[in-house]
């Protein structure tokens, strides 16, 4: 039985830092694709970024790049998403995934992961 758990949500003032942190048990991040989602109120879930055995890493053009930088700690089994200066639009409930069904130009979509956490709310105010 696989299983996601999110953690280091929270609310911060725009400007301020968070580090997400999604620990798999039943699953081994080394070998295996891991993304990051958000999801807002009347919104579609959208792909952030996502890793890939901790070579291979991409990141959303419309997210928050160049203020999140997605990482993974084999040891610890553990992804993480941390996000710096942030700002009210990041706000979000965020969750991870993994294992894909198919390729890489693909990883960054909704449909391809088979694992879900449950996520964790990021409120960011102005």
């Known amino acids: 039985q696989v299983q996601l758990v999110e953690s280091g949500g929270g609310s911060v003032q725009a400007g301020g830092s968070l580090r997400l942190s999604c620990v798999a048990s039943?699953?081994?991040?080394?070998?295996?694709?891991a993304g990051w989602f958000r999801q807002t109120p009347g919104k579609e879930r959208e792909g952030v970024a996502a890793?890939?055995?901790?070579?291979?890493?991409?990141y959303d053009d419309n997210a928050v790049r160049g203020r999140i930088t997605i990482s993974q700690d084999n040891a610890k089994n553990t992804v993480y998403l941390q996000m710096n200066r942030l700002k009210p639009d990041a706000t979000a409930v965020y969750c991870c995934?993994?294992?894909?069904?198919?390729?890489?130009?693909?990883?960054?979509?909704?449909?391809?992961?088979?694992?879900w956490g449950q996520g964790t709310q990021v409120t960011v105010s102005s």
């Open positions: 995934a993994a294992e894909i069904w198919g390729r890489w130009s693909l990883v960054l979509a909704v449909d391809q992961y088979r694992w």
């Open positions: 039943g699953f081994d991040y080394s070998r295996n694709c």
């Open positions: 890793i890939y055995a901790g070579r291979n890493i991409r």
